[in-house]
């Protein structure tokens, strides 16, 4: 599962369809990922009006090849030739955190009186050069590419040996289940078949004129000529 991109947060539009506004919106669109998530606190604490940082370069990746549950072996750093299971993904940045491995200590809850508690934390790996993925035939490091197969399934396949490396499951658990198959509907859930159900009729009238036909109104007035300067 790959994170929603933060490209864009709106702060205030004019509102749309009004001739006597002129278009303006104020919005950010250059945000600092990190590893806190777009959707945190600590995310938004990091990227507050009127901050300013400074921008970070990548190395384009055309088509992102790492999962949550892959096994990947360590290029760099003291771990290097060892192999991990990927616990968090941050596309954003390039980033894959692996369980256990290229960790550093912190403190954290550090202030006056106390020395604050030390935590053991994975650092981030930058996928197009720190890390690569396993082939599961020989449990050994390879570089992959993306191909079809003759049913039209996209697969990733060890540029090795030919194998193909397939998605782990993990990579479909949420918070409300591991796999989508194995999720037990609740009583306030919606079933998959309501929310498939076309409801909405397009037309081309108004919402005024929706209610007016609902409560039965004919409109018998000429409506006078509007000018906007």
């Keep these: 599962m790959l994170?929603?991109?933060?490209?864009?947060?709106?702060?205030?539009?004019?509102?749309?369809?009004?001739?006597?506004?002129?278009?303006?919106?104020?919005?950010?669109?250059?945000?600092?990922?990190?590893?806190?998530?777009?959707?945190?606190?600590?995310?938004?604490?990091?990227?507050?009006?009127?901050?300013?940082?400074?921008?970070?370069?990548?190395?384009?990746?055309?088509?992102?090849?790492?999962?949550?549950?892959?096994?990947?072996?360590v290029l760099v750093g003291k771990d290097k030739g060892k192999q991990g299971i990927v616990t968090q993904v941050i596309s954003e940045r390039n980033w894959v955190m692996v369980e256990g491995l290229n960790w550093h200590y912190r403190t954290v809850g550090a202030e006056e009186g106390f020395p604050g508690i030390l935590i053991k934390s994975e650092s981030p790996l930058d996928v197009t050069k720190d890390v690569r993925l396993v082939d599961p035939s020989d449990l050994q490091g390879t570089e992959f590419e993306w191909r079809f197969t003759e049913e039209g399934e996209k697969v990733r396949v060890s540029a090795r040996t030919g194998r193909l490396i397939p998605i782990p499951e993990t990579n479909n658990q949420t918070h409300d289940y591991k796999t989508p198959g194995a999720y037990i509907e609740r009583e306030k859930d919606t079933t998959a078949a309501v929310v498939s159900e076309i409801t909405f009729q397009p037309k081309l009238s108004t919402f005024e004129m929706d209610i007016m036909e609902e409560m039965g109104i004919e409109e018998e007035r000429t409506p006078k000529k509007t000018y906007w300067y």
């Design 3 to 73: 994170f929603i991109h933060f490209k864009l947060k709106v702060y205030w539009k004019t509102p749309s369809g009004l001739p006597n506004y002129t278009k303006c919106t104020v919005e950010r669109k250059r945000f600092r990922y990190t590893t806190n998530r777009p959707w945190t606190g600590q995310f938004r604490q990091q990227n507050m009006p009127g901050t300013i940082r400074k921008k970070v370069f990548l190395n384009p990746v055309d088509e992102w090849g790492f999962f949550r549950g892959d096994r990947v072996e």
